[in-house]
C-alpha cells in the first residue's frame, strides 16, 4: 500500500517535471540560432528532456515492482 502511494507520487512529479521542461519559457531559452553537434540547440534540448523523462518513467516504475 505505501509503495504504491510513493509510486504514485513519483509519477505524479515527474509528469509535472515534464510540463515543466515542455513549457513556452523554458523552450524559449534554447530557441537560438546555434547547433550542439549540427543539430539545432531547441531540438537537442527537446530531445534529452524527452529521453530524460522516459528513464525517469522507467526507473520509478520498474523500482517499484
Not at 4 to 20: S, W
Not at 23 to 48: C, E, H, K
Request: charged share 10%; net charge positive; proline share 3%.
Amino acid at each position: 500500500m505505501y509503495q504504491t502511494i510513493v509510486r504514485n507520487q513519483r509519477l505524479v512529479a515527474a509528469f509535472l517535471l515534464g510540463v515543466a521542461l515542455f513549457n513556452y519559457p523554458l523552450l524559449a531559452l534554447f530557441n537560438r540560432a546555434a547547433s550542439v553537434f549540427g543539430i539545432p540547440v531547441l531540438y537537442a534540448y527537446i530531445f534529452v528532456a524527452w529521453a530524460t523523462l522516459i528513464a525517469l518513467f522507467a526507473l520509478v516504475v520498474e523500482r517499484s515492482r
